[in-house]
Each structure stands twice: as structure tokens, then as C-alpha cells.
């Protein structure tokens, strides 16, 4: 008898442990449904916020593009046919785009309808936007990736990726979309000679008749008063200044489908064998 009571207590406390271990597995199954359901509509919320987003993108595109429409019919003279359209490339730097910015202004208001003006920014700084829309003689395009960048080496600065992508997309505006002959790029830290529209107004004739040449700078790193002997010399160079320079529209169609993910301007005399021409002037200073 009282091995038979032993036997009964042992199956008892037995089954009652398998219970409460029962219970705690449905206890723990539960709070993973509800956290597996909490997730759900967080992401749910998120695919709704990414929607509204996309939406928003789409609209703000089309008001960008509305709005580079309208600029560009009132800057551009219908009846003067443009030598080459000038594109400052910004970012984040609104007092660097004042100046340089300024700078041009200069110059370019007795040459307006041969070389209309472009702010093409990188991103979404509010206020180097704000700074770019308050010049009504310019037209403002801004290009908004994100797109997460995936480098093709690790440790490699994605903002090389970034620069390089703002420029292709830039340069196809220019020459698909708007149909420029030659673009002269600028970035938003240089200030121009008095004679910069002069001297890309007869490198252009230059660069229609000699095929050899693949763009036109205005920048020379020692292109500084005490160093210049002659300051109207022309060099041919196969070292690409990269500040400052022109190319024409058929020898951006060769290489935009080459266009390299990252470091550009390392890569232009690899993408097309050609010689490069620039122009000693003191005048051009980057800024600090």
C-alpha cells in the first residue's frame, strides 16, 4: 500500500510539473504572437509611411521639374542660341554658394541668354535650397537619392559615391533632358576671372573643330601672378585640373554610360583617351 501511495504521489507531482512547463511555454508562445503582432503593424505603419513618402517624392518631382520649366523659358533667349549652360554644383554649403554665386552674377549679366545658369543640388539642406530659389536669374534643379550607397571596397567614404552619382545625374539633365550643346560644371567654392565667359566662349569653337580635345578647363594649379609669365597661353594637358571646365555634349554621351560609381575625375582620362585643354588664369582662386 504504501509503495502504491509512493507511486501515486511521484506521478502527481510529475504531471503537475508538466503543467506548469505546459503553462509557460503557452504564456511564452502568446508573448511572442503579441510581439510578432506588435511588429506587424509597426510595419505596416512604416509601408504606409514609405507610400505617403513616395507620393510626396513624386509630387515634389513634378513641381522641381514644373518649376525648371518656367525658369528656363524666361532665362533662355529664344532667338540667341546658347554657348554653353553653366551648372554650380552644391550641396550643404549655402555661404560658399553666396559667394560663388555672386561671383558669376558679376560677370554673366552681359552674357545671360549665351550661358543661363544652374544650381544643381545634392540632397535636401533647406538652406541651400532657400538660397538657391531666392536667385530668380537662376534655375534650380535638386537631386534627392536615398538610396542607401553600397560601397564596392570597405571603408570607402560613400561620399565619393554621392559626388559622382550627383554629377551624372546633373550633366544627363542638362544634355538629355534640356539639350545643351556644352555644359561648363562649377562647384560651389570658386570664385571666376573677369574674362571666364570670354575665354569658354572661344574655347567652344575649339572644342567643335578638334575632336582631340575632350573638355576645356579655366583652372591651372599654378595659375598665380608670380608664376605666370604669359597669362593668354593655352596649354594642352593630359592631367585633368577638374575645376572649372566644359565639355561638349557628344563626348558626354560617350561617357555617361561609362560613368564610374565613384572618384570621377580619377577615371575621365581612363574612360576616353583623348588630350585635355586648359587655360593658365590667376584669376580662378578656390576658396578657403
Given at each position: 500500500?504504501?509503495?502504491t501511495?509512493?507511486?501515486?504521489?511521484s506521478?502527481?507531482?510529475?504531471?503537475?510539473?508538466?503543467?506548469a512547463e505546459?503553462?509557460?511555454?503557452?504564456s511564452?508562445?502568446h508573448a511572442?504572437?503579441?510581439q510578432v503582432?506588435?511588429?506587424q503593424d509597426?510595419?505596416?505603419a512604416?509601408?504606409?509611411?514609405?507610400?505617403?513618402?513616395?507620393e510626396?517624392?513624386?509630387q515634389?518631382?513634378?513641381l522641381?521639374q514644373?518649376?525648371?520649366?518656367?525658369?528656363?523659358q524666361t532665362?533662355i533667349?529664344?532667338?540667341?542660341?546658347?554657348?554653353?549652360?553653366v551648372?554650380?554644383?552644391?550641396c550643404?554649403?549655402?555661404?560658399y554658394?553666396?559667394r560663388?554665386?555672386?561671383?558669376i552674377?558679376?560677370y554673366?549679366k552681359?552674357?545671360?541668354?549665351?550661358?543661363?545658369?544652374?544650381?544643381?543640388q545634392?540632397g535636401?539642406?533647406?538652406?541651400?535650397?532657400?538660397?538657391?530659389?531666392?536667385?530668380t536669374?537662376?534655375?534650380?534643379?535638386?537631386?534627392?537619392?536615398l538610396?542607401?550607397?553600397r560601397?564596392?571596397?570597405?571603408?570607402?567614404?560613400v561620399?565619393?559615391?554621392?559626388?559622382?552619382n550627383?554629377?551624372?545625374?546633373?550633366l544627363?539633365?542638362?544634355?538629355?533632358?534640356h539639350d545643351?550643346?556644352?555644359?561648363i560644371?562649377?562647384e560651389?567654392?570658386?570664385?571666376i576671372?573677369?574674362?571666364?565667359?570670354d575665354?569658354?566662349?572661344?574655347?567652344?569653337?575649339?572644342?567643335?573643330t578638334?575632336?582631340?580635345?575632350?573638355a576645356?578647363?579655366?583652372w591651372?594649379?599654378?595659375?598665380?601672378?608670380q608664376f605666370v609669365y604669359?597669362?593668354?597661353?593655352?596649354?594642352?594637358?593630359?592631367?585633368?585640373?577638374?575645376?572649372?571646365?566644359?565639355?561638349?555634349?557628344?563626348?558626354?554621351?560617350?561617357?555617361?554610360?561609362k560613368w564610374?560609381k565613384?572618384?570621377?575625375?580619377?577615371?575621365?582620362?581612363?574612360?576616353?583617351?583623348a588630350d585635355?585643354?586648359?587655360?593658365?588664369?590667376?584669376?580662378?582662386l578656390f576658396l578657403?
Amino acid at each position: 500500500l504504501f509503495s502504491t501511495q509512493s507511486s501515486s504521489s511521484s506521478n502527481s507531482h510529475l504531471d503537475a510539473g508538466r503543467l506548469a512547463e505546459a503553462e509557460k511555454c503557452e504564456s511564452q508562445l502568446h508573448a511572442m504572437i503579441d510581439q510578432v503582432s506588435s511588429q506587424q503593424d509597426k510595419i505596416a505603419a512604416l509601408e504606409e509611411m514609405k507610400v505617403r513618402q513616395d507620393e510626396e517624392r513624386v509630387q515634389l518631382k513634378i513641381l522641381i521639374q514644373d518649376l525648371e520649366k518656367r525658369s528656363l523659358q524666361t532665362l533662355i533667349n529664344k532667338n540667341v542660341v546658347p554657348v554653353a549652360a553653366v551648372v554650380i554644383m552644391a550641396c550643404n554649403r549655402p555661404d560658399y554658394l553666396q559667394r560663388t554665386v555672386e561671383s558669376i552674377l558679376k560677370y554673366q549679366k552681359a552674357v545671360a541668354s549665351k550661358f543661363p545658369l544652374f544650381i544643381s543640388q545634392d540632397g535636401t539642406n533647406g538652406e541651400v535650397k532657400k538660397k538657391a530659389l531666392s536667385y530668380t536669374q537662376i534655375t534650380f534643379m535638386q537631386h534627392v537619392d536615398l538610396e542607401p550607397v553600397r560601397t564596392e571596397r570597405p571603408g570607402e567614404n560613400v561620399a565619393y559615391y554621392k559626388i559622382a552619382n550627383h554629377y551624372k545625374w546633373a550633366l544627363d539633365e542638362l544634355f538629355i533632358k534640356h539639350d545643351f550643346r556644352r555644359v561648363i560644371i562649377l562647384e560651389d567654392d570658386m570664385e571666376i576671372a573677369p574674362d571666364f565667359f570670354d575665354y569658354f566662349e572661344a574655347a567652344a569653337k575649339l572644342l567643335d573643330t578638334d575632336k582631340s580635345i575632350m573638355a576645356v578647363s579655366s583652372w591651372n594649379d599654378n595659375g598665380q601672378k608670380q608664376f605666370v609669365y604669359d597669362p593668354k597661353a593655352l596649354y594642352r594637358s593630359d592631367f585633368f585640373p577638374g575645376l572649372g571646365w566644359m565639355l561638349t555634349k557628344s563626348t558626354w554621351m560617350e561617357l555617361s554610360p561609362k560613368w564610374p560609381k565613384a572618384y570621377p575625375y580619377c577615371c575621365l582620362l581612363i574612360l576616353r583617351s583623348a588630350d585635355m585643354l586648359f587655360f593658365t588664369v590667376f584669376y580662378h582662386l578656390f576658396l578657403p
